[in-house]
């Protein structure tokens, strides 16, 4: 008996932390340095394998399309490998050319597969260690955070490369791409219907991200200002968890399928629009593969840089605290969001859709 097995969860929780602070110290040398002394010659670094069993950082939409630009190079450079994709989003890689087998079975090949992780350079917090109740209340001042602030990070500083090519490096790679790969989703023949009587071009709008942190969540008001705005030129359609938005919109164009759609279903309805607006969320990643234009509210949880997209106006509010990648309330009442205005989020969707991508 082996000492994972006698200490369980604690053993694998002990492991993992031990193992990303060690990469970590390597990964922030630089790239080269982290390749070159997690696999030391002769050794061979893993995309040279003729098999790898992968798994995404998560088990988000995001997390696991932002692993498509790596498996896309492995192929590139080591044409035989025989990839095999270890995820619990499977319909987002039917068919892809560069994974040759999808598992979804985390119990029976997880401990056995490589992760393309990124959380050993991501900044770990799950709260603000000096932050006030009274800032929370008032909206406070993340210009002027607590000396405390950051007494929780593993890491202070945000990642040092985009995510994609930190992913690249567990395996070996120095790499970047920033176009995604996606599948194009098999949905119902109703749903398919459904769509296509939206009247075109639309814009897609998702208010809401995961339930994994709060502060992404730009004010609801906002988000009916700017819909309100757009639809005498746009259909609108609403994505996401929950509906927000019905009972503050109204008008025959405006479209709810928040809460109601599958996986497919959602990269489909993504897929088909004319622009995507929301959160540094699922639908931003979907938008990337299929080539659709977005504007994302960034605000200070998590940065552009850490991505790059292309087609993208990446909207933030510039605090001292940001990025935080805070998992609980912000302390600050998300300052970083409440500084973006509707105003703001319209110019962006001018930018990238001139008047000639409107309703006549």
């Known amino acids: 008996m082996n000492l994972e097995t006698l200490l369980g969860w604690r053993y694998r929780a002990w492991h993992d932390t031990v193992r990303d602070e060690v990469y970590s110290r390597l990964a922030r040398r630089g790239a080269t340095a982290f390749i070159r002394l997690r696999w030391p010659w002769p050794a061979s670094r893993p995309f040279e394998r003729p098999r790898l069993l992968l798994r995404a950082p998560g088990v988000g939409i995001g997390d696991n399309l932002m692993c498509t630009p790596v498996f896309r190079e492995i192929k590139r450079r080591n044409p035989a490998c025989h990839i095999t994709l ?5 319909d987002l890689f039917r068919e892809n050319p560069n994974v040759d087998l999808v598992v979804s079975d985390f119990d029976l090949a ?4 490589l992760r393309l992780g990124y959380d050993h350079l991501a900044p770990r917090l799950s709260s603000f260690a000096g932050a006030t109740t009274t800032a929370a209340v008032s909206g406070g001042s993340a210009d002027a955070p607590s000396p405390a602030l ?3 990070y593993a890491h202070p500083e945000p990642p040092p490369r985009p995510l994609i090519a930190i992913m690249a490096e567990c395996v070996g790679m120095e790499f970047f791409d920033n176009q995604l790969d996606c599948a194009a989703p098999e ?16 814009v897609v709008v ?6 994994w942190t709060p502060n992404k969540s730009w004010p609801i008001a906002h988000w009916a200002e700017v819909v309100q705005a757009l639809l005498p030129r746009f259909a609108v359609v609403e994505v996401g968890t929950e509906p927000l938005l019905p009972g503050l919109v109204s008008d025959p164009r405006f479209v709810s399928l928040a809460g ?3 996986v497919s279903e959602f ?8 622009l995507y607006l929301g959160p ?3 639908g931003m990643h979907i938008a990337n593969a299929f080539r659709v234009p977005s504007v994302v509210v960034f605000g200070g949880y998590s940065a552009p840089e850490s991505f790059r997209y292309p087609r993208t106006v990446a909207l933030t509010g510039p605090v001292r605290c940001a990025p935080c990648w805070l998992s609980t309330p912000c302390p600050y009442g998300v300052a970083c969001l409440h500084r973006i205005p509707a105003a703001q989020v319209l110019a962006a969707v001018d930018a990238l859709l001139p008047a000639s991508a409107a309703h006549d």
């Open 260 to 262: 109601s759609t599958s």
């Open 187 to 202: 949905v119902p023949a109703s749903f398919r219907q459904r769509i296509a009587a939206i009247p075109r071009p639309y």
């Open 267 to 274: 990269v489909h309805v993504i897929a088909g629009a004319t």
């Open 150 to 152: 950051h007494h929780d």
């Open 86 to 90: 270890l995820t619990k989003v499977p």
């Open 280 to 282: 540094d969320s699922g």
């Open 110 to 113: 997880e401990r056995q597969s």
């Open 206 to 211: 998702q208010p809401q991200a995961s339930a």
